[in-house]
């Protein structure tokens, strides 16, 4: 699927429908959490837990299983840059046994941005919003009115972005726990499409 509006030169979109996209999204996402949540999600669990390939199963998974969940990549010429996973609102976790459990009673409706990571190297050259646009306008075509993402309280950068592109916290959050005793606050964020 094609933008409407034209991507700067050097710019592509591709659907991750390959291994080594799902091993590209991965490592965006590991190298995401590394950078972004440290100080908020406990440093131990960083270390151990958030690996380079932590995902590749999962976004193979979903794409194989055709449970509505998309990933889309940013390419920089052959470079992935960001990444997105967009879907219906998760009546269940696509994830198990992972540590965060969302409940969307009461959003069955919506779409869901289910995660979203541009590579810490390629921050600031506008690939975010690029991104952030094109999943947006997808989940309209795909006939979505609304949509929601949650967003770590603390981070305030991404609470930012997420309001220049329309969404506001609906008041609404999750609390997730993570070993042995912090629990972190995702702020539940929508926005009309």
Known sequence: MSSRNPLPDGLRFVDAVKEEHFIAMSLIHALGWRDT??????QDFLDTQI???????VFRENYLSQNG???LLLYQGETPVA????????????????VCQFHNEGYEDFGEIASFYTHPGERGKGYGGLLMDEA?????????????VFVLRENEKARR??????????GTHQDIPFPP????VDLRYVRAL
Do not use: M
């Open 181 to 184: 005793d912090t629990v972190c």
């Open 83 to 98: 990444c997105i996973n967009y879907c219906p609102a998760r009546k269940s976790n696509y994830n198990p046994g992972e």
């Open 161 to 170: 972005f997420y309001a220049a592109h329309g969404f506001q916290w609906d």
């Open 51 to 57: 690996t380079d390939d932590r995902w590749t199963a």
């Open 136 to 148: 947006l306008r997808r989940l309209k075509a795909d006939g979505f009115q609304k949509v929601f």
């Open 37 to 42: 949540y440290v100080g908020a999600v406990p």
């Open 69 to 71: 969940c998309h990933g």
